[in-house]
């Protein structure tokens, strides 16, 4: 048995929380007591929950791993993952979900779900693993990024829709219009520069894209993730298909609320190169206050660890896109709590309680009794400079390098277990 005492919770209340084995027994008043964990000043809330990562296994195990990436997690507060399937093999059959299975299970410290690959061709296996408890969702990638998934035809888009609602499977899409990408490439008639980078993937190339799977996921009625929006006026296209009764989830990562183009004209500016890019200044205060406003569903590290020497590369299609994040996502988004911007109870929603109810993790997201005791506690009034060299990730570096934040997690705990202490 394991007791928090006299520990704020998500309403401002102050309690006492017992958890019996891997449950949370009871929330309830505070009574003075030598034993157990003291929460004087500090903020419990549920485990984060990060629906986007990619912990590179396997096949680019010298970026990331399951017991690297997962340190990083710990470290960020972070519980659950879902990892995308964009590896070397890509996770495309009921095969390759059990051999990754058996590397998960041997050396994560986390608890995983995985988003299934999608191809021209493996309609069948997308049945085979629908009903399998550790599959969250189908990943589409329309556009191309990292990996070898790209699905630009119309009539394999409704069909693999199609088979998702037929099955009860979300699907979450990478969201840019590959073909309008190839159309502003070759009108540049030159080798691209990092500079050239948002113009490539610009505001359209993303709104384009939200406005064709909307419509296919109105013609299919499969529920629709949409992975990174970068830009508020994608936003606004998906808020008006949820206005209408469309189950449309939106999801934004911190790097697009908190960073802007500037940074790719840094003399650095190769390792802010990202997959939908950095936005305009102006883009990225209104997206920020999007999140602040409800408008968004989660908040999605989108942890694509790359290595600085992959990063360092001169050519421009020689740089992979991809930052770090999971480690950094807590801290920044309640960075926003301590602005005074976005409430506590809003700050769970977007980290934890959203995920659970969209992807039907009955267990979490919530403190009360009955429910999964994977909790964080969190300083709200520590202030941290973030830095390369605290990093757990294997790639040994952060976009946020030299940003300051307030709320720093300082315990986590899964299934009733203490497993990350400062």
Same mark, same amino acid.
């Given at each position: 048995m394991l007791k928090i005492k006299n520990v704020q919770l998500p309403d401002g209340n102050r309690a006492d929380i017992i958890i019996e084995g891997s449950k949370i027994k009871s929330v309830g008043e505070v009574i003075p007591s030598e034993e157990g964990i003291d929460g004087a000043g500090l903020i419990v809330i549920p485990g984060v929950i990060d629906p986007h990562v990619h912990f590179r296994i396997p096949g680019g195990v010298h970026k990331e791993d399951w017991e690297t990436g997962s340190a990083a997690a710990l470290r960020g507060g972070v519980t659950t993952v879902f990892d995308m399937p964009n590896t070397w093999p890509p996770l495309t059959t009921r095969e390759r979900l059990e051999e990754k299975r058996e590397i998960v299970s041997a050396t994560s410290k986390i608890q995983a779900r995985f988003w299934f690959g999608t191809t021209n061709n493996?309609?069948?296996? @997308?049945?085979?693993?629908?009903?399998?408890?550790?599959?969250?969702?189908?990943?589409?990638?329309?556009?191309?990024?990292?990996?070898?998934?790209?699905?630009?035809?119309?009539?394999?888009?409704?069909? @693999?829709?199609?088979?998702?609602?037929?099955?009860?499977?979300?699907?979450?899409?990478?969201?840019?219009?590959?073909?309008?990408? &190839?159309?502003?490439?070759?009108?540049?008639?030159?080798?691209?520069?990092?500079?050239?980078?948002?113009?490539?993937?610009?505001? %359209?190339? %993303?709104?384009?894209?939200? &406005?064709?799977?909307?419509?296919?996921? &109105? +013609?299919t009625g499969c529920r629709l993730y949409l992975c990174h929006l970068s830009v508020? +006026?994608?936003? %606004? @296209?998906?808020? &008006?298909?949820?206005?209408?009764?469309?189950?449309?989830?939106?999801?934004?990562?911190?790097?697009?609320?908190?960073?802007?183009?500037?940074?790719?004209?840094?003399?650095?500016?190769?390792?802010?190169?990202?997959?939908?890019?950095?936005?305009?200044?102006?883009?990225?205060?209104?997206?920020? +206050?999007?999140?602040?406003?409800?408008?968004?569903?989660t908040i999605g590290s989108d942890h694509a660890p790359h290595t600085r020497e992959e990063k360092q590369k001169e050519k421009y299609d020689d740089i992979p896109s991809g930052v770090p994040g999971v480690e950094t996502l807590l801290p920044i988004i309640f960075n926003l709590v301590a602005e005074g911007k976005l409430t506590l109870e809003s700050f769970v929603n977007l980290t934890s309680a959203n995920a659970a109810k969209i992807f039907g993790l009955s267990s979490k997201g919530k403190i009360e009794p009955g429910y999964d005791a994977d909790l964080v506690l969190i300083d709200p009034n520590q202030t941290i400079t973030i830095r390369n060299s605290d990093m757990a990730s294997k790639c040994g570096w952060t976009p946020y390098d030299g940003m300051t934040v307030k709320g720093i997690p300082k315990i986590t705990i899964i299934g009733g277990t203490v497993v990350m202490s400062r």
């Open positions: 493996n309609l069948d296996e @997308i049945v085979a693993v629908s009903q399998e408890p550790d599959i969250i969702g189908v990943k589409v990638f329309m556009g191309s990024s990292t990996g070898d998934l790209l699905i630009t035809e119309e009539k394999d888009l409704k069909r @693999i829709f199609s088979v998702c609602a037929e099955n009860n499977l979300v699907v979450g899409v990478h969201p840019e219009d590959e073909i309008l990408m &190839r159309t502003k490439r070759s009108s540049l008639k030159r080798n691209p520069q990092i500079s050239d980078h948002n113009w490539l993937r610009d505001t %359209e190339v %993303e709104v384009s894209a939200v &406005r064709s799977v909307i419509s296919l996921a &109105r +013609e508020p +006026e994608a936003v %606004e @296209i998906a808020l &008006r298909a949820k206005e209408s009764g469309y189950p449309v989830f939106i999801e934004v990562t911190p790097h697009h609320i908190t960073l802007d183009e500037s940074q790719l004209q840094r003399n650095n500016g190769r390792y802010f190169k990202t997959n939908p890019p950095l936005r305009t200044p102006k883009q990225v205060v209104r997206l920020c +206050e999007y999140v602040c406003r409800g408008y968004v569903d």
